[in-house]
C-alpha cells in the first residue's frame, strides 16, 4: 500500500494558494502552478519507487506466550530489509483481548543492522487470552514524501494467567515444610497403599500395621512399612457460572479458585502426580487430561488462562457427566462452586451422586465473610436487622447444603479467600497419606 506523507499533504495545501495568486496577478502563466503540482507528484513517485519494496521486507515479532495478569510486558517487533533500509520506519499494531497499551498501539522504530526494531509495552488487565491481531509497518524514500506499508495478520496469544509467582513460592514452602517433618514411611501414621518392607516395630509406627504372624515367628513386634503411592489422578474442576464470577473481596472467586488450584497442580506434580484441568458453566469450556513431567504445570497454565468469566449459569448435570466420561480410573476430583440458591444445590447433588460411586470428590467453597459479618455486626438501624435475618438464612442453607454433601460421603473444605491455596494443599497431602487416592 502507498499513499502520500503528512509532508506530501502539506506542500500541496501550500501550493494551492500560490497558484491561485499566479493565476490572479499573471494569468498568462496559470499552468505555472498546475506545473508546481504536477512536479510535487512526480516526486512523490519517485520517492515511492525508489524506497524498498514491500516483499523486500521480513518482519518478526517476539513476545512472552504466558504472562501473569496484572504484569506489564513488552513485544518487540523487528523488520529487516535485504537491500538498503530505510531511514523512517514506523509500527503499530492491533490487540484484542484482556490486554492494554498504555503507551499507545503506534511508535517509530530504533535503527538497527539492515532495518530497524520497537518494543510495545503492554498491560495484561485480567486473566484470559489476549490477542496481538495485526502489525503494520511503513516506512519512506529519503524525500519522505509517500509511504509504503505493509500489513501482517498475526493472530500471536498470549496466555494470561494467575501470577504464578507466589504459587512456586508458597508451593515450595508447603513441600520444604513437610520435608521438615521427614518423609519415611515408618513415621507416617497410616500412609502410604504399597507394601515396601519389613521392619522392627518401634514408637511412632501405626499398631495396625503390626504383622502378627511374622511377630510370632521371631518373637518380637514386626510390622510392615508401606510408601505412599505416586501417578495417582488429580482433577480439578472449576466452576465459571456466573456465582462463581461474582467479586469476593474485590477479586472475582473464580480467579481464586484458579490460583489455588495452581498451587495446588503444583504441589501434586512435584509430589509425582498426575493433574488435569476442567472448567465448566452451562456446559464444559476447557479441559485437559491429567498430565505429569516438566512441561505440565505449562500445560495448565494455559488451560487456566482459557478459562473465561461467564453469565451463564451452571449445568452441574452436564458438567460433571462430561467430566465422569473422561476418566477411566479412579481419581480425586476436586470441584470449586459455589452455590447461589437451594434450587442449583440440588442439582449439584444430584449431579454428583454418580461420580461418588467410583471417584473421590473434594469440594472447596469459599467462605462468605460478607455474610457472616452481617450476621455478626451489631443493628443499629432497622434495616441492619432486615440484612442480619437474610444473611442469617443464606448461611443456614448453606450449612445445610454442606451438610448432605459430607452424608454423601463428599469431602468438603470451606476455607478464607486468602486461605484456600494453603488449605487445599494440606487437604490433598492429607488425604494422599491416608491412601484414599
Known amino acids: 500500500m502507498i499513499y502520500p506523507t503528512r509532508l506530501c499533504v502539506l506542500l500541496a495545501a501550500a501550493i494551492a494558494p500560490i497558484a491561485l495568486v499566479i493565476g490572479l496577478l499573471v494569468p498568462n502563466f496559470w499552468t505555472a502552478g498546475l506545473a508546481l503540482l504536477a512536479l510535487l507528484l512526480a516526486l512523490a513517485l519517485v520517492d515511492a519507487f525508489t524506497a524498498p519494496n514491500l516483499e523486500s521486507s521480513d518482519v518478526h515479532v517476539e513476545g512472552p506466550s504466558a504472562v501473569g495478569v496484572g504484569e506489564t510486558f513488552a513485544v518487540t517487533v523487528r523488520a529487516r530489509f535485504r537491500s538498503a533500509a530505510p531511514h523512517n520506519i514506523h509500527f503499530a499494531i492491533g490487540i484484542s483481548g484482556p490486554i492494554a497499551a498504555p503507551f499507545g498501539h503506534r511508535s517509530p522504530g530504533e535503527p538497527e543492522i539492515d532495518g530497524a526494531g520497537a518494543a510495545f509495552p503492554l498491560h495484561a488487565d485480567r486473566r484470559g487470552i489476549g490477542r496481538i491481531e495485526s502489525l503494520w509497518v511503513r516506512w519512506t524514500g529519503r524525500l519522505r514524501l509517500a509511504w509504503k506499508q505493509r500489513h501482517l495478520g498475526l493472530g500471536q496469544e498470549v496466555y494470561i494467567t494467575p501470577d504464578i509467582r507466589p504459587v512456586r513460592e508458597q508451593g515450595l514452602m508447603l513441600l520444604n515444610r513437610d520435608a521438615m517433618h521427614g518423609l519415611m514411611a515408618q513415621m507416617q501414621v497410616g500412609e502410604g497403599a504399597e507394601f515396601e518392607a519389613l521392619a522392627d516395630f518401634r514408637q511412632g ?109 451452571t449445568n452441574y448435570t452436564l458438567g460433571l457427566a462430561t467430566l465422569m466420561t473422561t476418566l477411566n480410573r479412579r481419581s480425586l476430583i476436586v470441584v470449586f462452586t459455589e452455590f447461589a440458591d437451594t434450587i442449583s444445590a440440588e442439582l449439584m447433588l444430584e449431579a454428583v451422586g454418580a461420580l461418588l460411586h467410583r471417584h473421590v470428590v473434594l469440594f472447596v467453597v469459599l467462605r462468605d465473610e460478607e455474610l457472616e459479618a452481617f450476621t455478626a455486626a451489631e443493628p443499629t438501624e432497622p434495616d441492619d436487622v432486615s440484612r442480619a435475618v437474610t444473611a442469617a438464612a443464606l448461611l443456614r442453607e448453606r450449612r445445610l447444603v454442606l451438610a448432605r454433601l459430607r452424608h454423601l460421603s463428599a469431602h468438603v473444605l470451606e476455607a478464607k479467600r486468602d486461605e484456600v491455596g494453603p488449605a487445599l494443599v494440606n487437604a490433598y497431602l492429607d488425604m494422599k497419606r491416608k491412601s484414599l487416592l
Open 205 to 313: 509406627m501405626d499398631r495396625r500395621a503390626i504383622d502378627w504372624k511374622q511377630s510370632a515367628r521371631h518373637s518380637h513386634l514386626i510390622a510392615k512399612e508401606y510408601r505412599t503411592e505416586r501417578n495417582n489422578n488429580i482433577v480439578i474442576a472449576v466452576d465459571s457460572g456466573r456465582a462463581m464470577c461474582e467479586p469476593l473481596g474485590g477479586v472475582p472467586k473464580v480467579d481464586r479458585a484458579v490460583s489455588a488450584a495452581l498451587l495446588t497442580a503444583f504441589v501434586a506434580l512435584k509430589e509425582g502426580d498426575r493433574v488435569g484441568l476442567f472448567a465448566f458453566d452451562s456446559r464444559p469450556r476447557s479441559s485437559s487430561k491429567p498430565i505429569s513431567g516438566e512441561r505440565a504445570f505449562t500445560m495448565l497454565q494455559r488451560v487456566a488462562a482459557s478459562i473465561d468469566y461467564s453469565a451463564n449459569e
